[in-house]
Structure formats: structure tokens, C-alpha cells
T-cell receptor, first 112, second 114 residues
């Protein structure tokens, strides 16, 4: 089945230790999004790729970076995680002409 | 900037009672979408409404899009414990460079007591 996959599902890191979260999709969608979601809040968009074009949200901290080496994969790099970065990170996909988004299961990040 | 407001933030019901969540946008929307997120899960697309005044049903769920295309509602008839979760409305983010982006409401957290 076509789907959005995120790895790992749970990630524990130490304060200031870089971490990379990954997302892959078999939907062949050209748009990929990264969201941060904290408890009882709506997903907050960090950035998205339209094909290879990277679009950063104005309020996304520089501490967050992303890479999209090909259509299927997208990575979220947190260069120096702080305690406030503990959250669920959701990857989502969409494609031109499709208005809806398909979410992966998320990676729950814990910062010690 | 564009805002999508959703009320109530929390709703506790007894199983069998009805439930409604309301969504209001500060701007006219070309479409509105509804997502459900189970506890510990991820948002799952439920439905999209496009036309002014549109009403769609999915079993016990009824979705409406307002005539002015600025508000929407989700009504669940006779809630069940499987309805537990957070319901988000979302509309396309305004702006020329915002292709495909969604602005989410804050969500309504529904708990159902058996």
C-alpha cells in the first residue's frame, strides 16, 4: 500500500546533540511537509518542499534544517536540540491538484 | 494574518450523545478539510468541502460548509468510544507562495465516557 513512513517512531536525544528524523513516501507526491506538534496543539508547519524548492516558514528557528535528496525521501535535522524542541514531528505529503495532505505516523522526540 | 478558529477546545460527552465542533476562518476559503487525530496518532484526512453551503455525510458524521465559505461544522450523531480524538479543520493558507499549505484550527479534543 502507498504510504508515508517515518523513522524512528521514537527518538531520545541529549540536550545539544544533533538528531536527524527521516520520512519516506511511496505516493510519488511532489510536495512534502514537516510539522512540529506539541501536546494539545495543532500541527505547526516548519517548512515544505515543492519538488526541490525549499520553503521555510518565517518563524522556523535556524536550528531546524531539512534535506530532500529525491522525491521519496525527506530529512529533518535539528542541529542543537533544546528542551523546548521535545514534540511530535509529523511528515506529510501532497501533490499538485490534490488539496489534501497525507500524514506519516510521526516521530516523538524526547530531549534529556 | 489568516486565522482559523475552532470551538470548543474540549468536549466531554456521554456515549450516545451528539457532538458538534465549529470552525471559523478570517478569510474566505476555496475549500475546507477536516482531519481526525486519535490519541497518540497522526492526523487522518476525513473529508473536503468545496462548494458554498455544501453538506456531506459519512455515516454518523455530518460536515457543513457555510454559505460565505468562511465557516464549517462537524456534527457527530450518537457518539461512540471510537470517536475519541482531536478533530481539526484546515483551510488553504492564503498567499501566492503558499501552494498546498494548510492553516489548521486549534482542534477540538473529544472524549467519550462509556
Amino acid at each position: 500500500d502507498a504510504m508515508v513512513i517515518q523513522n524512528p517512531r521514537y527518538q531520545v536525544t541529549q540536550f545539544g546533540k544533533p538528531v536527524t528524523l527521516s520520512c519516506s513516501q511511496t505516493l510519488n507526491h511532489n510536495v512534502m511537509y514537516w510539522y512540529q506538534q506539541k501536546s494539545s496543539q495543532a500541527p505547526k508547519l516548519l517548512f515544505h518542499y515543492y519538488d526541490k524548492d525549499f520553503n521555510n516558514e518565517a518563524d522556523t528557528p535556524d536550528n531546524f534544517q531539512s534535506r530532500r535528496p529525491n522525491t521519496s525521501f525527506c530529512f529533518l535535522d535539528i542541529r542543537s536540540p533544546g528542551l523546548g524542541d521535545a514534540a511530535m514531528y509529523l511528515c506529510a505529503t501532497s501533490r499538485e491538484g490534490l488539496r489534501t495532505q497525507y500524514f506519516g505516523p510521526g516521530t516523538r522526540l524526547l530531549v534529556l | 494574518g489568516q486565522q482559523v478558529m475552532q470551538i470548543p477546545q474540549y468536549q466531554h460527552v456521554q456515549e450516545g450523545e451528539d457532538f458538534t465542533t465549529y470552525c471559523n476562518s478570517s478569510t474566505t476559503l476555496s475549500n475546507i478539510q477536516w482531519y481526525k487525530q486519535r490519541p497518540g496518532g497522526h492526523p487522518v484526512f476525513l473529508i473536503q468541502l468545496v462548494k458554498s453551503g455544501e453538506v456531506k455525510k459519512q455515516k454518523r458524521l455530518t460536515f457543513q460548509f457555510g454559505e460565505a465559505k468562511k465557516n464549517s461544522s462537524l456534527h457527530i450523531t450518537a457518539t461512540q468510544t471510537t470517536d475519541v480524538g482531536t478533530y481539526f479543520c484546515a483551510g488553504p493558507t492564503a498567499g501566492g507562495t503558499s501552494y498546498g499549505k494548510l492553516t489548521f484550527g486549534q482542534g477540538t479534543i473529544l472524549t467519550v465516557h462509556p
